[in-house]
């Protein structure tokens, strides 16, 4: 049996968004800053959709049957007898952390130097949820590879990347044509200066 994230799954998911940005509304926070934390929070909900989903439960099978599939070669992606498959797997697991990587410094202040650190953190996290789904659910459906938490850090590097891009273009944009920003564009403004300092 599957289960998969449901609308009900969703609807959690956005009430505890919600919740956390009603207390960050009360701690003093810009609107800006929450609309940021906002979109930030819908990602991570597909995030997880896409990472935990579907849950198998496969009935009573024993323990000492249960073998995990993990992969701690990095570059090893099996036979790849299916190029689609592979090709997929690689371009699916970069594109999948990209937005992290753009999107994470409206949220928090960063520096370059601890962003690899970061980006690296990420990919091994989303693969350790993984592992623990199979080991809780006993459960092989999801491999665990090394070749994903090195994919998943490059999504968010390559996302960081775009993110400095951006802040660039915008502050020079600004600056051509000497506009005077305001509300939500303000915030954008700081977020791009201040990664222009780090």
């Known amino acids: 049996m599957m289960i998969d994230f449901t609308l009900r799954d969703l609807l959690i998911g956005i009430a505890a968004l919600l919740a956390l940005l009603i207390i960050l509304w009360w701690q003093g926070r810009a609107l800006a800053y929450l609309f940021f934390v906002l979109l930030f929070g819908v990602y991570l909900l597909y995030l997880l959709s896409v990472i935990v989903f579907p849950l198998p439960i496969f009935g009573n099978q024993g323990y000492a049957a249960f073998k995990p599939r993990i992969n701690l070669i990095p570059f090893y992606f099996g036979s790849c007898e299916m190029l689609n498959l592979c090709i997929r797997e690689i371009v699916g697991n970069t594109l999948l952390t990209i937005p ?40 092989a459906f999801r491999a665990i590879d090394i070749n994903d938490v090195l994919l998943n850090a490059t999504g968010v590097l390559l996302g960081y990347g775009l993110f400095k891009i951006f802040a660039i273009a915008y502050l020079k944009t600004q600056e051509t044509l000497n506009m005077n920003f305001k509300g939500i564009f303000v915030y954008i403004e700081e977020v791009a200066r201040r990664s222009q300092a780090t």
């Not at 980006?119 to 789904?133: D, K, P, Y």
């Open 100 to 139: 992290f990587g753009f999107g994470i410094s409206f949220i928090i202040k960063n520096k370059v130097r601890r962003f690899f650190w970061l980006a690296f953190a990420v990919g091994l996290v989303l693969e350790m949820i993984q592992l623990v789904i199979s080991f809780v659910f006993k459960t």
